[in-house]
């Protein structure tokens, strides 16, 4: 909780940057890519359809045929095109987050772009990197499912592989703060130190992976509450709750890294802006 309290204490300081950077990650792709998938065809029904399904994880809407979709030329073009956009503007999260935690000052739309523009070929090598430990769990988690129906209740049978690819995800997690507070790490570095905090701190990257998804997966579930409205309305109400509860996560990611990992498993040294207590960080053992 400790964590948490200094996260959300930089965070309400620089609240409304990190949402609006939000609504460019998370909500930005979308949209482009859904208005690039209704010329293409793909949506004839309009674009409210594949927004409420990938803004509030809706896979299960029976108004869109996903398989016929995505195996379309067109959807391939446009799948691809949403992995591009996510990509660079995640990139740029990395320069805004990096202004906040490096440089103690409110990011601008300057720090976005030029992560963008610095940041993008970085962040592409450790997600290609990242695949491998992923993949392995992904393997370990099929593999586990189907020992698991043998020998376990059939409500037990789930956690299981989620359990799996919890702990796959715990070992890339750190790559991305990683790349926001070492500025000169490669990505290799940063995929490698990611791994390690999983191989020799279990619990630490586990944990981490625990409440990061908490924090992103409350942000659909309130964003199929609100968008119950009908209409473009309720589109824009519900990608409130996804964009303040990635902003969140995001910033707890990062306090955790530099408190947890930086410091006390890597015990490397550097002072960092948000460690004072007037740039919304409280002092340690306050």
């Known amino acids: 909780m400790r964590l948490l309290e200094r996260a959300f204490a930089v965070w309400r300081r620089y609240w409304w940057s990190l949402v609006l950077a939000h609504v460019a990650v998370d909500v930005g792709p979308v949209v482009l890519a859904a208005a690039m998938g209704r010329a293409l065809g793909l949506f004839p029904g309009g674009i409210q359809d594949p927004l409420r399904t990938v803004l509030f994880e809706q896979y299960d809407r029976a108004q869109l045929a996903w398989m016929a979709i995505l195996t379309s030329p067109a959807g391939l073009l446009t ?3 949403l992995m591009l956009l996510y990509l660079l503007a995640h990139a740029g999260l990395i ?14 739309a300057a720090d976005f772009l030029r992560g963008v523009r610095q940041e993008w070929a970085r962040l592409l090598k450790v997600r290609l990197l990242s695949l491998l430990p992923l993949g392995v769990a992904a393997l370990a988690a099929a593999l586990a499912t189907v020992l698991a129906g043998v020998v376990l209740a059939s409500w037990l049978v789930p956690l299981v592989p ?31 130190d990611s791994v390690a905090v999983l191989l020799e701190r279990w619990k630490e990257a586990v944990g981490a992976a625990v409440v990061f998804e908490l924090i992103t997966g409350m942000g659909p579930l309130g964003g199929r509450l609100l968008a119950r409205v009908e209409g473009p309305l309720g589109v824009l109400l519900g990608a409130l709750p996804v964009v303040l ?38 002092t340690r053992g306050a």
């Open 95 to 108: 320069g805004v987050l990096r202004a906040l935690v490096r440089g103690g000052r409110r990011p601008t």
């Open 162 to 192: 989620a359990a799996i690819m919890l702990v796959g995800e715990g070992a890339v997690l750190y790559a991305y703060p990683i790349l926001v507070a070492e500025e000169d790490a490669t990505a290799t570095e940063a995929v490698q």
């Open 245 to 282: 509860c990635g902003s969140l996560a995001m910033v707890y990611l990062v306090v955790r890294f530099i408190e947890n990992v930086h410091r006390s498993l890597f015990e490397r040294d550097g002072e960092f802006a948000i460690d004072h207590a007037d740039a919304g960080w409280r």
């Open 79 to 81: 799948l691809l095109t």
